[in-house]
């Protein structure tokens, strides 16, 4: 059975609107996030995480997981890899970095050139909407830094409706994944964001990822837009999605065939996820 002591995986996740009227809640997919990384770490992976450090959150899940998995020679901060956008990296208080030295590497990805680290927009809550614009910049900037230093992405659930950034954040990373040419695991049983990217990928037209929708479930989202459009690059829904129904299925590159995506883009069962991601990073760690 092959190590995967050379692969790290990006993992994609927040909770999906969607669970509900699946008949499933937040604890299901909180279990099959913990189950992949699990077996991950226990087959020798190391995992990274794109998000916040609050307490109770998915990344947080991961610091305790390294615990258990522990590999001789390869401390926490060699398997577990947070990624913070700089203005969420200046929120994370000194004593909160050392309380992770020994469990994690954060990776504190610095805003875009032309934004100084200093820029007070990008420091306590944002005032107008040209911080806004500044800060969703710096979370493309780390979604783009993790996509370029990882050699795999599992995706699974996600908002629908975007948050600070320009995009909901799977949307985002699924394309700068693809773009980057990295595998793409789509765990499409939980719904959310990962169901409308294979949605696309599969040659649809989800409706939800339009920008009309976007703006009709977060009005304020409109200045951004506006925002974004006016230093000259302009929110674009419709180009994203053509990426992804150009790019395809095989573009995926997930090292499963294309009945195993299938059942994975639909499976809810959590044991046949687990064997699917393996089966596929494992393929991966020996070509």
Same mark, same amino acid.
């Given at each position: ?94 004593? #909160?970095? *050392? =309380? /992770? $030295?020994?469990? +994690?590497?954060?990776?504190?990805? !610095?805003?875009?050139? @032309? ?104 009005? #304020?989202? *409109? =200045? /951004? $837009?506006?925002? +974004?459009?006016?230093?000259?690059? !302009?929110?674009?829904? @419709? ?49």
């Amino acid at each position: 059975m092959s190590s995967l002591a050379d692969i790290r995986v990006a993992v994609s996740v927040s909770d999906s609107p969607d669970l509900a009227r699946r008949g499933l809640g937040v604890p299901h997919q909180r279990h099959a996030f913990v189950e992949i990384a699990r077996h991950v770490l226990a087959a020798g992976g190391s995992l990274a995480y794109g998000g916040d450090l609050r307490l109770g959150g998915y990344s947080r899940v991961l610091f305790d997981l390294v615990d258990t998995y522990d590999l001789p020679g390869r401390p926490g901060p060699e398997r577990v890899t947070d990624y913070l956008a700089w203005h969420l990296f200046l929120r994370f208080g000194v004593d #909160e970095r *050392a =309380e /992770l $030295v020994d469990v +994690a590497t954060v990776v504190d990805v !610095p805003p875009p050139a @032309d934004i100084s680290p200093d820029d007070p927009d990008l420091r306590g809550d944002p005032a107008t909407v040209v911080a806004r614009w500044k800060r969703a910049r710096a979370l493309t900037a780390m979604r783009e830094r993790m996509a370029a230093e990882t050699d795999a992405r599992v995706m699974l659930g996600g908002a629908v409706v975007v948050g600070s950034g320009f995009y909901p954040g799977l949307l985002e990373e699924a394309v700068l994944t693809l773009r980057a040419g990295r595998p793409l695991f789509l765990l499409g049983g939980f719904g959310g964001c990962t169901e409308r990217v294979i949605e696309a990928v599969n040659g649809g037209r989800p409706h939800d990822l339009e920008l009309d929708s976007q703006v009709a479930a977060r009005p #304020e989202y *409109a =200045e /951004l $837009v506006a925002e +974004a459009a006016r230093a000259g690059a !302009p929110v674009d829904y @419709d180009s994203l999605l053509e990426e992804l129904r150009a790019a395809g299925p095989r573009a995926l590159a997930n090292g499963l065939d294309q009945a195993e995506n299938e059942v994975l883009f639909t499976t809810d069962d959590t044991d046949e996820m687990v064997a699917l991601v393996l089966c596929g990073l494992r393929r991966i760690a020996v070509r």
